[in-house]
């Protein structure tokens, strides 16, 4: 069974920063594609960063420049660091993957930017 646990949300002040964190179980985050979304109020769903197995990532364009995604293979764990925050970054964060073509979410991790 496949697992994510986000956790590193917290309240921040804009321009700060955050680490997320996404550790997996029942997968390898070395062998397949993680990817971040998040959920703000009252919004759908979006895409926020995705890395592959091959090291390649992507971010959207809203977060890029300023969000970074890697990993932890040792500790299976994929993180999204977040610098200069703005209180638009604020949502619930979801870690994502794909295994056999079953899609699994996380419980997601609050993260607010607020002064």
């Known amino acids: 069974q496949v697992q994510l646990v986000e956790s590193g949300g917290d309240l921040v002040q804009p321009g700060g920063s955050l680490r997320l964190s996404c550790a997996a179980s029942?997968?390898?985050?070395?062998?397949?594609?993680m990817g971040w979304y998040r959920q703000a109020p009252g919004k759908e769903r979006e895409w926020v960063a995705t890395l592959v197995s091959g090291g390649a990532f992507a971010y959207a364009d809203s977060v890029k420049g300023r969000f970074s995604i890697s990993r932890d293979n040792a500790k299976n764990t994929v993180y999204l660091q977040m610098n200069s925050l703005q209180p638009e970054d604020t949502a619930v964060y979801y870690c994502?993957?794909?295994?056999?073509?079953?899609?699994?979410w996380g419980q997601g991790t609050q993260v607010t930017v607020s002064s």
């Open positions: 029942g997968t390898l985050v070395s062998t397949n594609f």
């Open positions: 994502h993957t794909e295994v056999r073509g079953r899609k699994y």
